[in-house]
């Protein structure tokens, strides 16, 4: 089954035209990737942005700038964004809550500046009445989201928000550790073919939590949309942060090709705030653990090259409510690939789920980032 690229959404559609006009007279609608400077890429662009890695600064800070950082209000809507896809068709970035059954769009402007979010679309129909939404993609011309992280649970969803159906996961991914470290990603291949999702922390058959000196080996998911046919690869995490106590995992997957991901781990420690590093891995070749009761310290794993630690990049006219080391950071939980600019390099967003919480905020942060 094929993506619709220029699907549309009935009852978004309706509810955006509504306040059609109020976002043509603040310079909304689709933006153009022209929109961001080529040499600058925004106002907001950090004074790498076209520089090669000099001595000690880091190669990932180098490869990657920023192009905006914007503070989503604080709404019922904008709380608890947990995944986000970006449609270049319209130009919205769709924001999953893991507080309530619903997707809000978020338009933003030409220049990538500010963010908008536009009335939320309630999913509907569905079965049961837990909900811990952390994962949105789209595929086979259906909103496709997981809804409960600790079953695990994906469900597939209409146009206008209405259930259809569940997606077949392997049975593995229900032997999750303690303290919801299941299912933490979705991402569906540029074609649709493909879903690709990874438990956040090792299953309880896999070994150990992430430590100060090792991370945790987790499942990455490959499922083709067509037949349900799936291979899972072993990833390792990075270890621990700094700081006392904390986490670190597998946080949100994007999805280059069919078989080039990226890879979002997201840490925390309470004395030192978040850890967010972004990293690029290729499935071709990589070896299938499906048949794998348990994973090990010998389980073959993929590899991976960072492609930028958030923590390097300049934080300059940034403020935080909470303890960051770098306030840029925060509790990143989505990542989106969107375009191309006329330079090369690629746009990325990331959201971060605030939790309701008044020391966390719910921000994007555009990205761009050469050589993917």
Same mark, same amino acid.
């Given at each position: 089954?094929?993506?619709?690229?220029?699907?549309?959404?009935?009852?978004?559609?309706?509810?955006?035209?509504?306040?059609?006009?109020?976002?043509?007279?603040?310079?909304?609608?689709?933006?153009?990737?022209?929109?961001?400077?080529?040499?600058?890429?925004?106002?907001?662009?950090?004074?790498?942005?076209?520089?090669?890695?000099?001595?000690?600064?880091?190669?990932?800070?180098?490869? +990657?700038?920023?192009?905006?950082?914007?503070?989503?209000?604080?709404?019922?809507? #904008?709380?608890?964004?947990?995944?986000?896809?970006?449609?270049?068709?319209?130009?919205?970035?769709?924001? $999953?809550?893991?507080?309530?059954?619903?997707?809000?769009?978020?338009?933003?402007?030409?220049?990538?500046? %500010?963010?908008?979010?536009?009335?939320?679309?309630?999913? !509907?129909?569905?079965?049961?009445? %837990?909900?811990?939404?952390?994962?949105?993609?789209?595929?086979?011309?259906?909103?496709?989201?997981?809804?409960?992280?600790?079953?695990?649970?994906?469900? =597939?969803?209409?146009?206008?928000?209405?259930?259809?159906?569940?997606?077949?996961?392997?049975?593995?991914?229900?032997?999750?550790?303690?303290?919801?470290?299941?299912?933490?990603?979705?991402? +569906?291949?540029?074609?649709?073919?493909? $879903?690709?999702?990874?438990?956040?922390?090792?299953?309880?058959?896999?070994?150990?939590?992430?430590?100060?000196?090792?991370?945790?080996?987790?499942?990455?998911?490959? *499922?083709?949309?067509?037949?349900?046919?799936? %291979?899972?690869?072993?990833?390792?995490?990075?270890?621990?942060?700094?700081? %006392?106590?904390?986490?670190?995992?597998?946080?949100?997957?994007?999805?280059?090709?069919? #078989?080039?991901?990226?890879?979002?781990?997201?840490?925390?420690?309470?004395?030192?705030?978040? =850890? !967010?590093?972004?990293?690029?891995?290729?499935?071709?070749? +990589?070896?299938?653990?499906?048949?794998?009761?348990?994973?090990?310290?010998?389980?073959?794993?993929?590899?991976?090259?960072?492609?930028?630690?958030?923590? #390097?990049?300049?934080?300059?006219?940034?403020?935080?409510?909470? =303890?960051?080391?770098?306030?840029? *950071?925060?509790?990143?939980?989505?990542?989106?690939?969107?375009?191309?600019?006329?330079?090369?390099?690629?746009?990325?967003?990331?959201?971060?789920?605030?939790?309701?919480? =008044? #020391?966390?905020?719910?921000? !994007?942060?555009?990205?761009?980032?050469?050589?993917?």
């Amino acid at each position: 089954m094929k993506v619709e690229r220029a699907w549309a959404f009935a009852v978004v559609g309706a509810a955006l035209s509504a306040v059609g006009a109020a976002c043509s007279s603040e310079g909304g609608g689709a933006p153009a990737p022209a929109g961001v400077d080529a040499s600058t890429g925004g106002s907001d662009a950090s004074p790498v942005d076209g520089a090669t890695a000099d001595a000690g600064v880091d190669a990932g800070a180098a490869r +990657a700038s920023v192009v905006a950082v914007f503070d989503l209000p604080r709404a019922p809507a #904008t709380q608890g964004l947990s995944s986000t896809f970006y449609d270049e068709a319209n130009g919205f970035l769709y924001a $999953l809550s893991d507080l309530t059954p619903s997707i809000t769009p978020i338009e933003p402007s030409k220049d990538w500046k %500010t963010w908008t979010p536009r009335p939320p679309l309630d999913l !509907v129909g569905r079965p049961g009445a %837990t909900w811990d939404g952390e994962g949105l993609a789209r595929a086979g011309g259906r909103f496709v989201a997981v809804t409960v992280e600790t079953t695990p649970l994906v469900e =597939t969803f209409d146009d206008k928000g209405t259930y259809q159906g569940v997606v077949p996961i392997p049975a593995v991914f229900a032997q999750q550790r303690a303290g919801n470290k299941g299912l933490e990603s979705l991402a +569906a291949s540029p074609d649709g073919a493909w $879903l690709f999702s990874a438990n956040e922390q090792a299953l309880t058959v896999d070994g150990a939590g992430p430590t100060r000196t090792e991370g945790s080996l987790v499942r990455i998911l490959r *499922l083709e949309v067509s037949s349900s046919a799936t %291979t899972q690869a072993a990833y390792r995490t990075e270890p621990l942060g700094p700081g %006392t106590g904390g986490d670190m995992g597998v946080s949100e997957l994007a999805a280059l090709s069919p #078989t080039r991901l990226l890879v979002l781990e997201r840490g925390f420690q309470s004395d030192v705030g978040n =850890t !967010v590093k972004i990293f690029e891995i290729d499935l071709a070749g +990589a070896v299938d653990v499906s048949g794998s009761a348990a994973l090990s310290a010998s389980s073959p794993v993929v590899a991976k090259s960072l492609v930028v630690d958030l923590g #390097t990049l300049p934080d300059t006219g940034v403020t935080h409510p909470g =303890t960051q080391v770098n306030k840029l *950071l925060d509790n990143y939980e989505s990542l989106s690939v969107g375009p191309t600019l006329p330079d090369g390099r690629r746009l990325l967003f990331l959201t971060s789920d605030d939790n309701a919480q =008044t #020391t966390q905020v719910a921000r !994007v942060l555009v990205l761009a980032v050469r050589g993917l």
